[in-house]
């Protein structure tokens, strides 16, 4: 459950990728913040306060990935919210303030960078692009950790998903990971599975839209195939190319569709 946010904080919505909040105890250089991150495509200001409180308040609820923080200001002040959120709430800080002294306890907070009041345009896109870098890099960085758990987990779901194919009055029930390959046949179409070949009358292109994409890939107009039960391709002599699956079974790769499945492959 989140902490709701205090009627009095300005709350924006929006769609955008990097989610900031902007806190200052001035309305004038929130405002000037709030106009200067409009700039900024791949930024959204998700809100807005003036105390220290009400700051602890929304980033819990908020969960931003940057705080462009005032040091000086009612309540806590911004050194005593980072100890009180604590360490990792929020991806990127920002400190602003007129006051150049707390420059070094700034960066001793882990902070990005350090917007020393007044400060022009220029220096405050400069400090955007220093801030996008980093979420970049931790994003990447969290992915690349996140990446084999993914993989794992799409992989288990795959295999217990299962598929429902009609053939006139019987329902077959088969799981998706175990389809090897699916041909048209006049206007039916055969799903080869487990050594069963079964038959519905539906075409390609409504199967092939049922089927995951990370999984299936079409070789030509009449097949699709599962990329796990390929087992080798071999060029042939009209140009395309022999798909050799596990199974034993060989179908023909047309031009058309080869440079799609290598790429998937």
Not at 167 to 172: E, F, I, L
Request: hydrophobic letters at 45%; aromatic letters at 6%.
């Amino acid at each position: 459950m989140t902490t709701p946010v205090p009627a009095s904080v300005s709350i924006h919505a929006s769609t955008r990728v990097w989610r900031a909040v902007i806190v200052d105890d001035e309305p004038p250089a929130r405002q000037t913040l709030r106009l200067l991150l409009g700039r900024e495509k791949d930024f959204t200001l998700v809100a807005e306060c003036g105390h220290g409180r009400e700051t602890i308040d929304v980033v819990s609820a908020c969960r931003p990935d940057v705080l462009f923080l005032d040091v000086r200001m009612p309540g806590p002040d911004g050194f005593a919210v980072l100890r009180e959120l604590g360490p990792g709430a929020v991806p990127a800080v920002v400190f602003v303030t007129a006051y150049d002294r707390y420059a070094a306890q700034a960066f001793e907070e882990h902070a990005v960078d350090y917007l020393l009041k007044p400060f022009t345009d220029e220096r405050f896109a400069g400090v955007v692009e220093h801030v996008r870098r980093r979420l970049r890099e931790r994003a990447l960085a969290t992915l690349g950790e996140r990446l084999p758990a993914l993989l794992a987990d799409s992989a288990a779901r795959s295999e217990r998903r299962p598929f429902v194919i009609k053939d006139g009055s019987r329902t077959h029930v088969v799981a998706e990971a175990d389809i090897a390959w699916v041909e048209a046949e006049d206007y039916y179409i055969a799903i080869h599975a487990n050594g069963r070949r079964i038959l519905a009358r539906e075409s390609l292109k409504t199967i092939e839209a049922r089927l995951d994409p990370a999984m299936f890939a079409r070789v030509h107009r009449s097949a699709i195939v599962n990329t796990r039960f390929i087992k080798a391709i071999e060029p042939v002599a009209s140009g395309d190319q022999r798909l050799l699956l596990v199974d034993g079974t060989v179908l023909r790769v047309s031009r058309t569709h080869r440079a799609a499945l290598m790429r998937r492959l």
